[in-house]
Antibody, heavy 118, light 107 residues
Framework: QVQLVQSGAEVKKPGASVKVSCKAS????????MHWVRQAPGQGLEWMGRINPNSGGTNYVQKFQGRVTMTRDTSISTTYMELSSLRSDDTAVYYCARDLYSISLDYWGQGTLVTVSS | DIQMTQSPSSLSASVGDRVTITCRAS??????LNWYQQKPGIAPKFLIY???SLQSGVPSRFSGSGSGTDFTLTISSLQPEDFAIYYCQQSYSTPWTFGQGTKVEIK
């Protein structure tokens, strides 16, 4: 069965970077885009961007341009989302989610809480 | 960016009630509209894609309709496990955007 398992919670200081991993299993890793979505405490869902695990090509939301980098390692079926220059308002749960037909997100990771605090 | 607006923001209902949630897009998105359910502390669950297609394994009491700018999610007979927050999301163009969510609470 499809599973997306994310890395554990992180606590970072303002200005630092964080790298969250998402290990996929149960399907052909290179056959489906992977997206990243975040959710600030008590807030809604915010799409950050996506990566094509086959080519490595990416699309990012403009607000994160220059601060976010999505990469993948096909040898271990893992995608990564790195966010730099962290601010307190980056405190959120970060989810990876698999793309279905390039129109929806059918499987989600369990989420990774990133806390930015001095 | 396409703005997605859900109404109501919250509602109270009883088990067995019929519940309808509305989602409106700021421009036409054809049928590129998905619905998700989220319970506290858990990742969203995928319910409906392309406005009206039920994801495999989702109970048939859930249904979706609409096209263009106006969409609805209907739960025909609310069950205890349906109390949650529901989000719509458009995939017509990037950046993909979500509605602000509708919280379905127990009356």
């Amino acid at each position: 069965q499809v599973q997306l398992v994310q890395s554990g919670a992180e606590v970072k200081k303002p200005g630092a970077s964080v790298k969250v991993s998402c290990k996929a299993s149960g399907y052909t890793f290179t056959g489906y885009y992977m997206h990243w979505v975040r959710q600030a405490p008590g807030q809604g869902l915010e799409w950050m961007g996506r990566i094509n695990p086959n080519s490595g090509g990416t699309n990012y939301v403009q607000k994160f341009q220059g601060r976010v980098t999505m990469t993948r390692d096909t040898s271990i079926s893992t995608t990564y989302m790195e966010l730099s220059s962290l601010r307190s308002d980056d405190t959120a749960v970060y989810y990876c989610a698999r793309d279905l037909y390039s129109i929806s997100l059918d499987y989600w990771g369990q989420g990774t809480l990133v806390t930015v605090s001095s | 960016d396409i703005q997605m607006t859900q109404s109501p923001s919250s509602l109270s209902a009883s088990v067995g009630d019929r519940v309808t949630i509305t989602c409106r897009a700021s421009q036409s998105i054809s049928s590129y509209l998905n619905w998700y359910q989220q319970k506290p502390g858990i990742a969203p669950k995928f319910l409906i894609y392309s406005a009206s297609s039920l994801q495999s394994g989702v109970p048939s009491r859930f249904s979706g309709s609409g096209s263009g700018t106006d969409f609805t999610l209907t739960i025909s007979s609310l069950q205890p496990e349906d109390f949650a927050i529901y989000y719509c999301q458009q995939s017509y163009s990037t950046p993909w955007t979500f509605g602000q969510g509708t919280k379905v609470e127990i009356k």
